[in-house]
């Protein structure tokens, strides 16, 4: 819960080792020292170079195994230990898999294994975070989506679907959950620079993750519902979406 000020207390990240994660858990930290972090992603060099990242900045790291691609009840049974008996303030879902693109439509594990990162992944947390905060009565959900889910194009379609999915649940969830004073941020970014995209052509409008927490903790703060990163991406995909079909298939994107 936040405290008189208004400040938050406790984060818990799910996928606590992307980058847009990371450095928006540390935009926070900076603004409230003491912040709480729950990072919550398997066992790596990157989520304990998170960790210490965000205890030189004065926050209190908690790391927690979590398998995002395991059984169900597995990773509730972690969670529910996440959240018992504290209240958290914002929920951080930033999981996804770009994966090998043109494997993914051809080979059925590589497809259905970022249906599980992408969709399922996010679909479990943001049921069993919207749960927690329903019963506080108070807290934000955030997920970390893509503009690629606005209109799939041939380059990267299956990653644009499945992070779709994930998209528009969350957009209904946001209905379903208002009335009971919770919060939901769906934040879509453009290209960003980031281990995931490593080796990619960079896109016209790529920006940082730092560019994008300062996007996503604006959107937290102003009780927004989407929000783009950077903002003149929203306009960008509204053009491609009327964009007729035979042009946009001859489109280079």
């Known amino acids: 819960m936040r405290d008189g000020l208004g400040r938050m207390q406790r984060v818990v990240v799910i996928g606590g080792s992307s980058a847009i994660a990371v450095a928006t858990a540390a935009r926070w930290?900076?603004?409230?020292?003491?912040?709480?972090?729950?990072?919550?992603?398997?066992?790596?060099?990157?989520?304990?170079?998170?960790?210490?990242?965000?205890?030189?900045?004065?926050?209190?790291?908690?790391?927690v195994d979590l398998d995002v691609e395991g059984a169900h009840a597995e990773q509730a049974a972690v969670m529910e230990a996440v959240y018992a008996g504290r209240d958290v303030d914002v929920v951080l879902v930033a999981v996804g898999v770009l994966g090998d693109q043109e494997q993914a439509w051809q080979d059925p594990q590589a497809a259905l294994r970022m249906v599980d990162v992408n969709t399922r992944a996010p679909i479990v947390h943001g049921v069993l975070a919207s749960n927690q905060l329903r019963r506080q009565g108070h807290g934000s959900l955030v997920l970390i989506s893509t503009v690629a889910g606005e209109r799939v194009r041939r380059s990267n379609f299956v990653y644009g679907a499945t992070k779709a999915g994930a998209d528009d649940f969350y957009r209904g969830l946001a209905q379903a959950v208002a009335p009971e004073g919770v919060h939901v941020l769906v934040v879509r970014p453009g290209f960003v620079r980031s281990p995931m995209t490593d080796g990619l052509d960079e896109a016209p409008l790529a920006q940082t993750p730092e560019e994008v927490a300062e996007v996503i903790a604006e959107g937290v703060r102003e009780g927004r519902e989407v929000v783009w990163a950077p903002?003149?991406?929203?306009?960008?995909?509204?053009?491609?979406?009327?964009?007729?079909?035979?042009?946009?298939?001859k489109l280079p994107i």
């Open 231 to 249: 903002a003149a991406m929203r306009w960008v995909m509204t053009g491609l979406r009327s964009v007729p079909t035979p042009i946009f298939r």
């Open 29 to 63: 930290a900076r603004a409230q020292r003491g912040l709480e972090v729950v990072l919550c992603a398997r066992p790596s060099v990157r989520r304990d170079e998170a960790a210490e990242q965000l205890a030189a900045l004065g926050a209190v790291v908690e790391l």
